[in-house]
């Protein structure tokens, strides 16, 4: 069971009380009969292990520089012409 924390708009007064997820907010001050706010505070999330961050789901190969990228890509380019070229014409 969920606890919410709730505070008095007009009287400040804060408490924290268990309620269901199926249950309506509360509304009405304890102390004042004033209006109430929900509370919402900080949550505790921890990111441990790998996969959190963009450079965790690469792997080192992919990551290559810009010039090495440029090379490969003429190598592909002229291999795949110079079959072409070199092939027999059909009549």
């Given at each position: 069971m969920p606890v919410y924390s709730y505070a008095c708009k007009s009287c400040g007064h804060a408490f924290?009380?268990?309620q269901d997820f199926s249950d309506e907010s509360l509304t009405i001050c304890p102390e004042c009969q004033g209006?109430?706010?929900k509370v919402f505070g900080t949550v505790g999330v921890s990111f441990k292990g790998?996969?959190?961050y963009a450079?965790?789901?690469r792997s080192s190969s992919t990551s290559t520089s810009p010039a090495?990228?440029?090379s490969s890509a003429k190598e592909?380019?002229?291999a795949s012409t110079a079959p072409a070229a070199a092939a027999p014409a059909a009549s």
């Open positions: 924290d009380i268990h209006r109430l706010k790998s996969g959190f450079t965790d789901s090495a990228s440029k592909t380019s002229t």
